[in-house]
């Protein structure tokens, strides 16, 4: 498995748990753009395996902490206010 898909597959996971804490289900648009994610930045690995590898990271860390474009919470607030209660 190409080092660049662990943090993918991540940011797909944190945004599906995050949709699915908010009462939308699950959101099999975020699967599919999170497999064809993955694929991308396993196929930049085979050029630079640093800079997918760094894309892939950055695109984890965005994940968590920006809101979603239609208006939603970030992935942490979302979280953070699941914890408090």
């Keep these: 498995m190409a080092r660049s898909t662990t943090p993918v597959v991540l940011a797909g996971s944190v945004t599906m748990l995050s949709d699915y804490m908010q009462g939308k289900g699950i959101e099999w ?20 395996a640093q800079v ?21 919470p970030s992935p942490v607030t979302v979280f953070l206010k699941e914890w408090d209660t």
């Design 29 to 48: 648009k975020v699967a599919l753009a999170t497999g064809i994610g993955a694929g991308i930045l396993a196929l930049v690995e085979q050029a630079d």
């Design 52 to 72: 997918a590898v760094g894309i892939g990271w950055i695109a984890f860390f965005a994940t968590l902490v920006m809101k979603h474009p239609n208006g939603a």
